[in-house]
């Protein structure tokens, strides 16, 4: 375990030096020396010291005399206590791993001071875990700006959604509409033991998650894991029998799949990324499903539009993924606040170039996985201020919550966050 804890640490600390969570575990997960059960200790402890990060600092300041020179031994730190506050394993076994852990890390001196910080938590605990509340970073566990945005833009709101964020999120499944209902499949997780129920359209979520391998059906194609939210993008398309539909920025494909599930279409998978691209194809291969995958740039039609109108175009754009927080707990830490201008100016980029394949009364979906306003609807306030032939439509279907926060899906405890905007070229 000493060797996970040291693994988790040096991948918090890449994380917060600007690489994502899931490279980093990537490069270290096929370590020989590791188990499965390592792996998934070494998964769930790092995605955990990052979810809690605000607090664990907050403590660690309470705990710490002085500054420690080395940071090594503060990520070590980090990644105990989250072992400490947060999980059940025996605390005398965290507390002797890192401090084996600090001989790895060829920092044998810091054996004392690690032993010490992590047993005068175990003393304090309950008074640590107040105190460090005393801040919105100890409390939230996010960034200042991020808190500071989110109480401007949803001031009612804002501690629900920081809260919702440090959840372990749902896993929730799309039903393969082309090979059997909701219901069927209800009954297929009820006669393995697996707890479910249904979200309305395709969507199930389990009561607990499992591994995709123990899901029936799964290799056969009838399911999918797709958040609830993501799922509302196909039926907001409104595809018809025989729509020439582009998926724009299609990878890794989820949506794209659930168009061809639910409509008898021809569409193209347009992506920018190669490998991303061929985790399209085997999705699309797992369903028995059959798209043009393309590989080209959304925002130069010029470099891969055969000049054949879309019917249909779902633009998922790149986005802060600020309301995917408890999926990606590295994303809070890794944003930074001119991040969010750089994404609304390639976002305004994106939908100004698919304007031009759309035809005339075709529809174009934006959707983004972000809560911020510059992203959403600031977004598309400005897009149809530049382009008088545009009309922004109520969204289909019976997604009251949508349509009542004009597009913009909040997280909750049943889905993540998500804009929707539905525009028709007129």
């Known amino acids: 375990m000493d060797e996970v804890q040291r693994l988790a640490a040096s991948a918090v600390a890449n994380v917060l030096a600007g690489r994502s969570l899931d490279a980093e575990l990537r490069a270290v997960s096929g370590r020989p020396s590791l188990t499965p059960q390592d792996r998934g200790a070494l998964q769930d402890i790092a995605y955990g010291t990052l979810r809690f990060l605000g607090q664990l600092d907050a403590m660690l300041d309470l705990l710490l005399e002085r500054p420690l020179k080395d940071a090594r031994v503060r990520d070590l730190l980090r990644v105990a206590l989250f072992q400490l506050a947060h999980t059940r394993a025996a605390p005398h076994a965290i507390v002797d791993h890192a401090v084996r852990a600090c001989i790895a890390l060829n920092a044998p001196a810091a054996k004392g001071l690690v032993n010490a910080v992590l047993r005068n938590f175990l003393r304090k605990r309950d008074a640590l875990l107040v105190e460090a509340r005393q801040t919105d970073r100890g409390r939230y566990s996010h960034p200042q700006w991020w808190i500071d945005k989110l109480r401007s833009q949803h001031p009612s709101l804002a501690e629900a959604m920081l809260a919702n964020a440090n959840l372990h999120p749902p896993l929730t499944l799309r039903v393969n509409a082309r090979r059997l209902s909701v219901d069927a499949y209800l009954a297929s997780l009820e006669s393995e033991g697996i707890a479910a129920r249904a979200l309305g359209g395709s969507a199930v979520m389990l009561e607990r998650p499992v591994p995709v391998e ?213």
């Not at 306030?381 to 909040?410: K, M, S, V, W, Y």
């Open 214 to 426: 123990r899901l029936p059906g799964f290799a056969e194609g009838d399911v999918s894991v797709q958040d609830a939210a993501a799922q509302y993008a196909a039926p907001f398309l409104d595809v018809q029998p025989g729509s020439r539909v582009l998926d724009a920025c299609a990878a890794p494909g989820g949506k794209t799949a659930h168009i061809l599930e639910i409509g008898e279409v021809d569409l193209i998978a347009l992506d920018n990324d190669p490998a991303r691209l061929e985790r399209v194809q085997s999705n699309l291969t797992r369903l028995n499903l059959n798209a043009r995958i393309v590989c080209g740039d959304a925002a130069q039609p010029a470099q891969w539009w055969d000049g054949v109108e879309f019917d249909r175009i779902l633009a998922d754009v790149p986005c802060s993924a600020s309301g995917v927080v408890r999926r990606h707990p590295d994303i809070k830490w890794l944003r930074r606040p001119h991040d969010i201008a750089r994404f609304a100016a390639r976002q305004s980029e994106i939908l100004d170039a698919l304007w031009q394949p759309l035809a005339i009364d075709g529809k174009l979906l934006y959707v983004t996985c972000s809560v911020f306003r510059e992203e959403n609807q600031e977004q598309i306030e400005h897009f149809l201020a530049r382009h008088q032939d545009a009309r922004h439509l109520t969204l289909p279907g019976p997604h009251t919550n949508a349509q009542q926060l004009a597009g913009q899906i909040l997280p909750d405890e049943q889905h993540d966050g998500f804009f929707y905007a539905l525009l028709q070229k007129a």
